[in-house]
């Protein structure tokens, strides 16, 4: 985990120079007086690799290795480069097209040894020497592509001739190259792992409460079939909303729709037992929020705070606009807990709440670890579970409204 938040934070270094980058290189470019040609000729050459980072931060694939490698060309300034997988060629630019279908071959010894290697024109040309009378092509740098530990692609440069330059180019150029492989693979690693955190939970939705809710609904039928079908049709929006896919990431408003279901629910089952109370800012309602966040937090403090009170108690669901950032709570005056048992759910050392620790994880992993959980309770005293979330946050983006 360490190493993954330390790979993440160079990928945000990187980022931010490459963004500094293009904003100095496109003054530069309304002014080109400005600087000397040192200076210029590192922000042409920041801008470029600034072009060459989006497709690859999908990783390495046929598709972005097409789109980012004539930008690699240009930082290399050579005749041609290729970008190979482990297997197959994913993309060629330049001259000497008559070699691509070697390319793999050339990358192999690198590929195999993790290290840097240089080829000269017979081991370009293999057992068929090329007929080409005037190729451009007669040497090649090989470097290897890597993620963590595994080398999982190559970079060449091809040329008339090898130059300790070129090698260090090309070697630095793979390493940035691979850094991007690396970012990407962590940016799926996440994916994979909200998205497991997601099944986790609603694999953790109560058969206590879909068999109260249809107990309670079937109590309405004889007595009040409008609303035992109103009920029902709550319960069907319930279910679909908490199975739906659309994403890691709602609305606010739509994620206080569904909490508007789950609570007509049990006020069914409950009555006058159970209150609610709504504090929402209408500001906030368009943030996007982690899917599946603010419901588990209801339903904790319905199962732990309220049904164990005698004569039940309020909840206090809020919002509120806080500048950059929307500041969401749940509260109850239900038993409370005790602080060092939510200290170990949080933690992971306990299981008494999975709805807890899972919400508090996957904020973390978006957007970092200051916009985790945090709860105030004591035994006896209520509970309030908070946190906040910035109203824009880099690829955090809402999915289709709820049905």
Same mark, same amino acid.
């Given at each position: ?30 002014? #080109? ?20 980072? #989006? ?9 972005? +290795? ?10 290399? &300034?050579?005749? %041609? ?28 010894? %690198?590929?195999?040894? &993790? ?6 024109? %017979? ?45 260090? %180019? ?57 609303? +035992? ?75 732990? &705070? ?54 508090? +994880? ?38 289709? #409204?709820?049905?």
């Amino acid at each position: 985990m360490a190493q993954d938040a330390f790979r993440t934070a160079v990928g945000i270094a990187l980022l931010a120079v490459l963004v500094l980058a293009v904003l100095a290189f496109r003054r530069w470019r309304r002014n #080109p007086d400005l600087g000397t040609p040192a200076e210029r000729a590192t922000f042409e050459t920041l801008h470029t690799a600034s072009l060459a980072a #989006p497709p690859l931060r999908d990783g390495l694939t046929p598709e972005g +290795a097409q789109r980012a490698i004539r930008h690699l060309r240009t930082l290399l &300034g050579t005749p %041609a480069v290729a970008l190979l997988d482990g297997t197959r060629l994913l993309a060629w630019d330049g001259e000497g097209v008559h070699h691509r279908d070697h390319a793999v071959r050339h990358a192999a010894g %690198a590929i195999e040894s &993790g290290r840097t290697s240089v080829l000269d024109a %017979a081991q370009i040309d293999g057992d068929q020497a090329c007929d080409v009378l005037d190729c451009p092509l007669r040497s090649a740098v090989v470097a290897p592509l890597t993620s963590g530990e595994t080398v999982v692609g190559a970079l060449i440069a091809y040329g008339g001739s090898v130059s300790a330059a070129l090698v260090r %180019a090309t070697g630095e150029v793979a390493t940035w190259v691979s850094t991007q492989i690396e970012l990407a693979e962590l940016d799926r690693s996440r994916t994979r792992a909200i998205e497991a955190e997601v099944r986790a939970l609603r694999a953790q939705i109560s058969p206590h409460f879909v068999y109260n809710s249809l107990a309670a609904i079937a109590s309405f039928v004889r007595t009040d079939p409008e609303r +035992a079908r109103e009920l029902l049709l709550e319960f069907a929006d319930f279910t679909r909303y908490a199975f739906r896919r659309g994403g890691e990431f709602t609305t606010l408003a739509d994620e206080l729709r569904n909490i508007e279901r789950y609570l007509v629910l049990e006020q069914a089952r409950f009555g006058d037992r159970l209150r609610v109370r709504l504090r929402v800012a209408p500001e906030v309602l368009p943030v996007a929020v982690p899917y599946l966040s603010v419901q588990p937090l209801v339903e904790n403090a319905v199962r732990h &705070g309220l049904m164990a009170k005698e004569g039940g108690g309020q909840i206090t669901l809020g919002a509120a606009d806080s500048g950059a950032e929307a500041l969401i709570w749940v509260e109850d005056d239900g038993v409370g807990a005790d602080p060092a048992l939510i200290g170990r759910i949080l933690a992971g050392e306990a299981g008494e709440s999975v709805g807890l620790g899972n919400v508090d +994880a996957r904020l973390r992993q978006v957007f970092g670890d200051r916009f985790g959980l945090v709860v105030e309770t004591a035994e006896g005293a209520g509970t309030k579970v908070s946190f906040r979330v910035p109203k824009y946050a880099p690829g955090v983006h809402a999915g289709p #409204p709820a049905p």
